[in-house]
């Protein structure tokens, strides 16, 4: 078996979707995977944020368009198998690519209660640049791209360049950025505010080590099917 096999599979889901074709086929492959494969096949923190990225942002787009639900169901209902184990969206986002963090401590505490096959199949240490890659259909969220694991990192280095570079405003003059509530939820992964000013430093060149940060609000507004121009 094509050790990336998993990982093309969750691209080729995330390209049905955008192409507007059926997914049952693909959705069923996934469904009866034997959990063993998921292990073997996803032996490191490249192939699991490629593979969960790509099955979240896919997923997300599915149950929009197929389930009448409200916002807040559609991310903690488990609608969708992966090995015959139901997830939901926040298993995958919370659970695997944040390493069981809960949900609303802003990343500072575990969730006690996550399930075994999330803890089994989690990543290994968080990767601040997968909230710069999850795209959850509102018109504030980073545009959908297609992660492979030849690729990735260089990959979320873009998705979090262009995302901040897009979403932040400076005030060089009163030393203030504008910038993403992303950072004020998820606070902790950034590495609290040293962390934050951090990353402007690494991934935009921009010093704001004496900058006071303001977060922009937040628009829920349904902006559906919004991938970056140049995927496939």
């Not at 149950?63 to 639900?69: D, H, M, S």
């Not at 992966?82 to 069981?100: A, K, M, Q």
Request: proline share 2%; aromatic share 14%; glycine share 4%.
């Amino acid at each position: 078996m094509d050790q990336n096999f998993l990982n093309k599979l969750s691209e080729e889901l995330l390209l049905k979707v955008k192409m507007e074709e059926h997914t049952a086929a693909i959705r069923l492959e996934l469904e009866s995977l034997n959990p063993n494969t998921l292990l073997i096949n996803l032996s490191n923190d490249h192939k699991k944020i490629a593979f969960w990225i790509n099955v979240y942002n896919a997923y997300y787009q599915i149950i929009r368009k197929e389930e009448n639900l409200s916002k807040s169901a559609v991310y903690s209902k488990k609608l969708f198998s992966i090995t015959g184990e139901l997830l939901s969206l926040d298993d995958v986002e919370h659970g695997i690519l944040r390493r069981y963090r809960y949900k609303y401590s802003l990343g500072y505490f575990a969730n006690l209660w996550a399930s075994k096959f999330v803890k089994r199949h989690a990543v290994e240490k968080l990767d601040y640049r997968i909230h710069f890659a999850l795209n959850c259909g509102a018109e504030s969220c980073p545009p959908i791209a297609f992660y492979n694991v030849k690729d990735i990192d260089e990959q979320l280095n873009k998705a979090t360049k262009g995302f901040l570079d897009v979403e932040s405003e400076f005030n060089d003059q009163k030393k203030i950025v504008y910038t993403t509530a992303l950072f004020k939820w998820f606070y902790a992964d950034f590495g609290g505010k040293k962390g934050i000013k951090k990353i402007y430093k690494e991934q935009l060149n921009k010093d704001i080590s004496d900058y006071k940060i303001k977060y922009k609000k937040y628009s829920w507004e349904d902006d559906l099917n919004n991938f970056v121009p140049d995927a496939p």
